[in-house]
């Protein structure tokens, strides 16, 4: 099994930052593609970024494109660099990851681990 955690969430400003981190435990050895999803309240769930392990071909939603980053920082750890956040923005965000290759798509139902997320709020 492959456990989750994320952290860095918080409440900030239009314009401003945060980073978001996922670390994982267990079988990590196992994943082949890591992500970020996020759900808004009264939403469904939405795919934000991932990235193959070890590889350097990341994708995105168009919503965050050129704003957010997501990057692998080591071995079980991986982050979401997001910048001049707005208010639709705001969600709980999810890391995810998968013993499959990425698809090269943000669907969920490609991805069988997840964390128990972490709040994003953004005030305008």
């Known amino acids: 099994q492959v456990q989750l955690e994320e952290s860095g969430g918080g409440s900030v400003q239009a314009g401003e930052s945060l980073r978001l981190t996922c670390i994982s435990s267990?079988?990590?050895?196992?994943?082949?593609?890591m992500g970020w999803f996020r759900q808004a309240p009264g939403k469904e769930r939405e795919g934000v970024a991932a990235?193959?392990?070890?590889?350097?071909?990341s994708y995105y939603a168009d919503s965050v494109k050129g704003r957010f980053t997501i990057s692998q920082y080591n071995a079980n750890t991986w982050l979401l660099q997001m910048n001049n956040l707005k208010p639709e923005d705001t969600g709980m965000y999810y890391c995810?990851?998968?013993?499959?290759?990425?698809?090269?798509?943000?669907?969920?139902?490609?991805?069988?681990?997840w964390g128990q997320g972490t709040q994003v709020t953004v005030s305008s």
């Open positions: 990235i193959p392990y070890s590889g350097d071909n």
């Open positions: 995810a990851a998968d013993p499959r290759l990425c698809a090269l798509r943000l669907n969920s139902a490609d991805f069988t681990y």
């Open positions: 267990g079988y990590f050895s196992r994943v082949k593609c």
